[in-house]
């Protein structure tokens, strides 16, 4: 160890025995460890948001689809046959997706109504899983509906709801929309409005009776081995099947805006919070402003013994620095504890009060999910490292300044 660390860190330790510099030391300290440990904490709770989110909204969407430039796919049979040859293609579901009027005894809304097979839409989505009740199956005359859409029109399972089409058909009565009355067999509810109040299912075979589509799909949707990979396999597939007239779309990119919105939202409020330590990092400026002050009578000794400026510099850039990796190195480990065992905390918070702070009606989610990030603590903690790096240049340079004369001259 330097000479210059060891008075660093003698004056540290003197600093306690001073009733201000003290207070303010600690202050500067504290401001620092809240701020890094608030950080993580709000990062790791934002990470365990987006993912329960993400996951949500993806289980619900497929990882990616296949169709045609028409619009529909004539010989879907076959194309699902060689779509499943590809060793990442875990499992695929034909479906039509079209918009209708639904309506019942208490009302009307416009859907999205969305023709499948039960048994292969189950292995590309999860939302035949979320049946709230009655059950997942389908029928001719069936029809499964989000908890959102049940209440709006005041449905149970059993009701019966009539189903218009924009396709038109004639008959004795003139040109009129098509439609049919359909039984509600079930209730899911996923979790996510735009599925729950929007959302349709019927059997296959009776959306293409309904929408003129006979022996077509709208597409088929895939489900991937890694989520993550998912572009690249859908692209392989459609590769594969070796025509220009098909395309596919990955989760990246029907969800774009979604998942750009989620990592804005967490960079924006990072910046946010990063405000908190650099108010920490000022007061640590300030602070050893006030010690290089309280000091000028020894960095004048130390003068006449012979050091130089630029040591004198590091005495207090060590100083500084020593206060600001001390606070940064609690705060992490207070924010990575903290970030871990939130979800129990708030637990035992909502019982003690006896309230919730995100009620199951209100929200998508009603706890603190928390995913603490390795890349996010290295951040916070250079950051943070960074800021007080700048914090205590000020201060030891000041140090340096100081003349021996000027300072003699007053004792």
């Known amino acids: 160890m330097s000479i210059e660390f060891d008075i660093s860190n003698q004056y540290l330790r003197s600093n306690r025995k001073k009733g201000f510099i003290s207070f303010i030391s600690g202050v500067s300290m504290v401001g620092l460890i809240l701020g890094v440990m608030t950080l993580i904490t709000v990062l790791s709770v934002m990470n365990g948001f987006h993912k329960e989110l993400r996951d949500r909204v993806l289980s619900a969407i497929s990882h990616s689809y296949i169709s045609e430039h028409s619009g529909v796919l004539t010989n879907w049979q076959d194309l699902q046959i060689q779509i499943n040859q590809h060793p990442d293609v875990i499992s695929s579901s034909p479906y039509i997706e079209q918009y209708a009027l639904l309506s019942a005894v208490n009302g009307a809304q416009g859907i999205s109504i969305r023709g499948i097979i039960p048994k292969w839409e189950k292995q590309t989505s999860i939302l035949l899983d979320k049946i709230k009740s009655g059950a997942s199956e389908l029928s001719k005359g069936d029809i499964l509906i989000g908890s959102g859409l049940a209440k709006q029109l005041g449905v149970q399972v059993g009701g019966k709801v009539t189903l218009l089409t924009p396709k038109l058909s004639s008959n004795i009565m003139g040109v009129q929309p098509r439609f049919k009355r359909f039984t509600v067999t079930g209730i899911f509810d996923a979790g996510i409005n735009e599925y729950d109040n929007n959302l349709a299912f019927i059997e296959l075979n009776q959306a293409q009776k309904l929408y003129s589509m006979k022996g077509q799909v709208s597409g088929i949707r895939l489900k991937v081995a890694d989520l993550f990979q998912a572009k690249r396999v859908t692209k392989e597939v459609v590769a594969n099947l070796g025509s220009e007239q098909y395309y596919g779309i990955d989760w990246t990119r029907q969800k774009a805006n ?123 903690a250079i950051g943070a490292f960074i800021l007080v790096l700048l914090a205590s240049i000020y201060p030891a340079k000041r140090a340096g300044k100081i003349t021996i004369a000027k300072v003699l001259s007053h004792e």
């Open 258 to 380: 979604f998942i750009r919105a989620l990592e804005l939202e967490k960079q924006m409020i990072g910046v946010v919070l990063s405000l908190i330590i650099a108010v920490a990092a000022f007061n640590i400026v300030s602070m050893m402003v006030m010690v290089v002050t309280d000091k000028t009578a020894d960095i004048a000794i130390l003068r006449t013994l012979g050091m130089t400026p630029k040591r004198i510099v590091k005495i207090f850039f060590y100083q500084g620095l020593s206060i600001g990796l001390i606070g940064i190195t609690i705060g992490l480990i207070l924010g990575v504890l903290l970030s871990l065992n939130i979800e129990a905390i708030i637990s035992s918070i909502e019982t003690m009060l006896g309230f919730e702070f995100f009620p199951k009606e209100v929200f998508y989610i009603n706890r603190f999910p928390s995913e603490v990030h390795l890349n996010d603590v290295v951040t916070v």
